[in-house]
Structure formats: structure tokens, C-alpha cells
Nanobody, 115 residues
Framework: QVQLVESGGGLVQPGGSLRLSCAAP????????MAWYRQAPGKQRDLVVS???????NYADDVKGRFTISRDNAKNTVYLQMNSLKPEDTAVYYC?????????WGQGTQVTVSS
């Protein structure tokens, strides 16, 4: 069983920032595509951003310019820096590791943007 360990969620006011972290086993982190998804109540789980082992990123349109994904290869950790947060960013955020037909998920971390 592959464990992806997430941290960093919480409550923040509109316009604020949060940083999420996801630590993965090294054999996963070095070759899998890492990504963040989010799921708001009553909605499907959607891709927020992904990053390949080579560093290629793919952002959802509604987070471009506000969110930044990065990898720390020494710590086997992927980060999601979220700036200029909006109430519509409120969701459970999930870390994902994917390679071919193999797909692993973190437990999810709640992000709530509210005044």
C-alpha cells in the first residue's frame, strides 16, 4: 500500500495563501506524475495541477497565475502554493501519484476560504 501524506490545509480568508505538502515514497516520487485534485461538496473531483518527474506542469484554467506546484526531490515532496484564494477554491484537496494504470491517492486535506 502506497502512502501519500498530505498536510497544510486549513481556514483562510479570501485573498489569503496556503501551502499544501504531499510526501511520497521515493520509488513513487521519482517516476510518477504527481498531481493535486480537489473536490467540492456535491461536485466531481477535478484536476488542479500536475507535474511530471521531468518538471512539466499542467494547470487548470481557474488556478493559473494563482497556484504554483513544485517538487523537492531531496524530500520526495510536492508542494502546492495557493495565493489569492477565493471562496470557490473551498474543497478537499487530494494528492495523486499516477503512472500508466497505477493510481494512488492521499487522504485529502480540507481547504476552506471564508471571511
Amino acid at each position: 500500500q502506497v502512502q501519500l501524506v498530505e498536510s497544510g490545509g486549513g481556514l483562510v480568508q479570501p485573498g489569503g495563501s496556503l501551502r499544501l505538502s504531499c510526501a511520497a515514497p521515493r520509488n513513487i516520487f521519482t517516476i510518477y506524475r504527481m498531481a493535486w485534485y480537489r473536490q467540492a461538496p456535491g461536485k466531481q473531483r477535478d484536476l488542479v495541477v500536475s507535474i511530471t518527474s521531468g518538471g512539466t506542469t499542467n494547470y487548470a484554467d481557474d488556478v493559473k497565475g494563482r497556484f504554483t506546484i513544485s517538487r523537492d526531490n531531496a524530500k520526495n515532496t510536492v508542494y502546492l502554493q495557493m495565493n489569492s484564494l477565493k471562496p470557490e477554491d473551498t474543497a478537499v484537496y487530494y494528492c495523486n501519484a499516477a503512472l500508466a494504470l497505477r493510481n494512488f491517492w492521499g487522504q485529502g486535506t480540507q481547504v476552506t476560504v471564508s471571511s
